[in-house]
Structures are given as C-alpha cells and as structure tokens.
C-alpha cells in the first residue's frame, strides 16, 4: 500500500519541477521578447533624434538666415536714416527730461542733433527724489511748509515736488533748480533756454516698485507742460520691464515704446513734424510708424 504521505511529496515534487520548468522556459522566452523589444525602441529612439538632429539643424539655418536678415535691415535703415532726418528739426529746440534712471537714453539727443534739432538741456530725475531716506523727506518738507509756507499734504509731497520741478524748468527758475540739485534730487545737463519748442518725458522702470512713480512724477510733469501749451512727447526704450506708455497716454499726448531703434528715432521725428499718435512695437500702440 502507498504511503499518502509519499504520494503526496512526491506529487508536490512532480508539480514544482513543473512550474520551475515552465517559469525556466518563460523567462528564457521572455528575456528575448524583451530584449527584441529594446532594440526595436532603440531603433526608434535614434530615428526620432536623427530627425530631431534635422530639425535643429535645419532651425539654426532659418535663424542664422534671418539673423542675417535682421542685420541687413539695421544696415539700410542707419545708412537712409540721416537723410530721412536731414534738417527736419532744424531751428527746434528740444528739452529731455529722464524721470528713471533705471535706462540711458543717450540715443534721443543724437536722433534730435542729426535732424538738426538741438537739446540745450537734459533734467536727470535721480533715485533721491524719493526721499526714501525719511531724515531727508523731513527736511526738504520742512523747507517748503516752513520757509516758503503753505501746507501740503505728505501722501503727494512727491507729486507736489514734480510740480515745483516742471514749473522751475518752464518758468526758468534757476535758484528753485539749484536748490533742487544741490539735494541732489536732480542731474542737469546743459543750459537752460526760454524757447523750447517740444518737451521729451524718457521713462519706463526696470523695477515694480518704482514702475508706480509714473503717477507721482511724470503725470505731474506732463500736466504742468501742457498748462504752458507746450508739446510733449512721452518716450521709453523697447525692453523697458515696466512700460509707462499706456499711462502717458491717458494724458492725450503722442507716445513712442522703442525709442532705443532707428524706427523710433524716425517716429520721434515725425511727431515733432506734426504727425502725431502712438507708435512702436507693443500692444500700446497704434502704428509702427506715422503715415507718409
């Protein structure tokens, strides 16, 4: 007679040598799918880079193409610029005023001289007209409350200074100009002249926290020239972080966004030619260039 218990290992034996076979046989089976798999991936995978290898190829070609194009226009554009502005401000003089010293807008005088326009002076409105310093804003405060009396309100101290300053330069107060100066709250370059014909505001702020002094420095001014039935033109450079342009349009004056290009020098000469609007390359403007 079989011992149950015998039979019982034995066929437990029987079942494992079985299933150890059938796993042997699996994974021999499945190791070359998968490695068939892998190498049809593989396959796939250099395709792909290769077409990617193209693409970028073929990408780098387009850029370098217009690039090239780019600067070709550069080229044409400062060769027929001097005699697009050949004497189109001649007798014109043109005062700047720069109320953010986060940018340099040499190229504006240069535009304006090649027209034959002149800039007897620039204001630099400097970062101490802030008045950050709280010892210093208590002082000019106590200088205008004080010895020249009147009262004003602390929140618009700044707006109240941007008046003072606007109207000196107008009204060619030169001891108010000089005070101002010596505060070191302003950089004057040039001679002051009573016959200005067109007034440029140069802003735009590479800061968030400066960007909102366009309400308490360059409206102030702006207001203040166009009291005097002067014109004035607002300005910035075309990679300006925070633009100013939709602002000084609110006040109804003529506004270029990339005053940094030969296109915008162009259309800075076209404004003070008597084609006024607003031109550049961003969504605040109107036009590219004024109209022919």
């Known amino acids: 007679m079989i011992n149950m218990r015998y039979f019982i290992v034995s066929l437990a034996a029987v079942f494992l040598a079985l299933g150890i076979g059938i796993f042997i046989g699996f994974t021999v089976d499945g190791q070359e799918i998968f490695l068939n798999q892998q190498e049809t991936l593989i396959d796939e995978m250099e395709y792909k880079f290769g077409e990617i290898r193209k693409e970028n190829e073929e990408l780098q070609e387009n850029i370098e193409l217009k690039s090239q194009e780019i600067k070709?226009?550069?080229d044409f554009t400062s060769m027929i610029f001097p005699t697009l502005a050949n004497s189109k401000?001649?007798?014109?003089?043109?005062?700047?005023i720069e109320t953010n010293d986060d940018?340099?807008?040499?190229?504006?005088?240069?535009?304006?001289?090649?027209?034959g326009g002149k800039v007897p002076f620039t204001i630099y409105i400097k970062k101490e007209f802030l008045l950050e310093d709280s010892k210093k804003f208590n002082e000019i405060y106590h200088y205008f409350?004080?010895?020249?009396?009147?009262s004003i309100d602390k929140d618009n101290f700044q707006t109240f200074l941007a008046e003072k300053i606007s109207q000196a330069i107008l009204e060619q107060n030169l001891q108010m100009l000089e005070f101002f100066r010596k505060q070191d709250m302003?950089?004057?370059?040039?001679?002051?002249?009573?016959?200005?014909?067109?007034?440029?505001?140069?802003?735009?702020?590479?800061?968030k926290e400066r960007a909102d002094m366009v309400k308490k420095v360059d409206i102030p001014f702006i207001n203040k020239i166009k009291e005097y039935n002067l014109p004035v033109i607002g300005v910035e450079q075309s990679d300006v972080k925070y633009s100013y342009i939709e602002q000084y349009k609110k006040q109804k004056i003529s506004t270029i966004d990339n005053i940094d290009t030969l296109i915008g020098q162009y259309s800075l000469i076209k404004v003070m030619q008597g084609n006024e609007g607003n031109?550049?390359?961003?969504?605040s403007a109107d036009f590219l260039i004024p109209q022919p």
């Open 72 to 74: 070709n226009y550069e």
């Open 89 to 96: 401000l001649q007798g014109l003089n043109i005062a700047i």
């Open 103 to 115: 940018y340099i807008y040499n190229e504006i005088p240069s535009a304006v001289e090649k027209a």
């Open 145 to 150: 409350t004080k010895e020249k009396g009147g």
């Open 186 to 207: 302003i950089e004057v370059k040039g001679e002051y002249t009573s016959d200005i014909d067109y007034f440029i505001i140069a802003g735009g702020s590479a800061t």
């Open 279 to 283: 031109y550049g390359i961003k969504s």
